[in-house]
């Protein structure tokens, strides 16, 4: 009898059990409908422009291409160092007969110009070198070259290339200046690349009278830049994100219009789980840009100080990649979700290039614009 009550009162048990899972709405169970809870939507209004400015330009070490020229107000030069050359007693056992420099052309953005070399007279490092660290007085013009070729190659003085063998201490390479430039630059295949600048010397050894070639490739290699309107400018009056100059953008999202969009109070839409927030930008929202190297990735940064515009990475942040003439998406969840639920302070996001100083990639966005914000949330399913 005993045994009997106790299978009673197990199968009541189980009975309720399954009776509460199935009840719409209960602590315990799941709503057969759950399919309903996942919302995809795209919100019109929920997103501002706060400015757009620039930073300094600075070195970009590791890059593929040196650029010469002058675009969007901003003038480019090319450094190149030859440091790995023989000592000094290969010079007394030769005669040099010719030297060149030989250089190959990955892009030109516009027609063909004119280029002027010249001597450096203070030292840099490639890694560190900036516009200020270059003493451009009294430079000394060595030759100048056209850029009409996929390779090019100039001569340049033996006995400039011999003191820099015999003296490698005041070695301080050569630099490439564009010459009466607006709106045009070229792009040569640098160190970090096969097709590297390289200097070839033909010579003649003096015990042998045998003619032969010995060709170096180039020690250090980098750009600088100058922008002539950034000290009265950095705060633009257009939404802009760019390489050189560094540009950046911040927007912030409007919180209380995302919830009037999709949840009935800010309270609600701290509960809400944030699947997808991005932000998209079709083509009537892109003024104009440029794409070099395939396409231009932009990366999310919550703002922590909007004073001092302070930023800071959030993990899971990804990488967007913008491709000319193509709608952009923008991943900013995890800053949204972090955002809703007042784990971060603030409402503003940075936008940046993830190659700043690489290049003259830039996307310049239509004024009064704004992006739209595609989100695709899960409502909680338990009532509190």
Known sequence: MKKNKIILLTVFTLFILILSCTKKNNFIGFD?????????????????????????????????????????????????????????????????????IILKKHYLFNSDFNIKVYE?????????????????????????????????????DTILV????????????????????????????????????????????ISTSKMDTITYKVSEDTFIGFDSTFFYSNILDYEQIGN??????????????????ISPTLVELEKISINLAELIFDSTMIANSLVLNSYLGVRPY???????????FINGTVTSEFYQHKEFKINITGIVQGQIRKYLDNNQILLKSTTENKDFSYIRFVENKTPHLHIIYTKPIIDY
Not at 38 to 56: A, E, L, R
Not at 163 to 192: H, K, M, P, Q, R
């Open 32 to 100: 057969e409908n759950i399919d309903s809870y996942v919302i995809d939507t795209t919100i019109t209004n929920s997103i501002n422009y706060i400015k757009s400015y620039k930073d300094s330009i600075l070195n970009y070490h590791n890059n593929s291409d040196l650029i010469v020229g002058k675009f969007n107000d901003i003038e480019v030069r090319t450094l190149l160092k030859f440091k790995n050359l023989p000592d000094t007693s290969w010079i007394d056992s030769v005669t040099i007969n010719s030297c060149e």
């Open 120 to 156: 450096l007279n203070n030292n840099w490092e490639e890694n560190t070198v900036i516009w200020d660290s270059i003493n451009f007085e009294g430079m000394t013009e060595l030759v100048d070259f056209l850029t009409n070729e996929d390779t090019i190659s100039f001569s340049i």
């Open 162 to 205: 011999k003191n820099w063998i015999e003296s490698d201490t005041t070695n301080y390479g050569i630099i490439f200046e564009a010459e009466n430039l607006d709106s045009n630059f070229v792009e040569f295949y640098s160190s970090y690349t096969d097709d590297y600048p390289s200097l070839r010397i033909v010579f003649t050894g």
């Open 244 to 261: 050189l100059s560094p540009t950046r953008t911040i927007i912030s999202v409007n919180l209380d219009s995302l919830a009037n969009a």
């Open 302 to 312: 919550y703002i922590s100080d909007t004073i001092n515009i302070e930023y800071e």
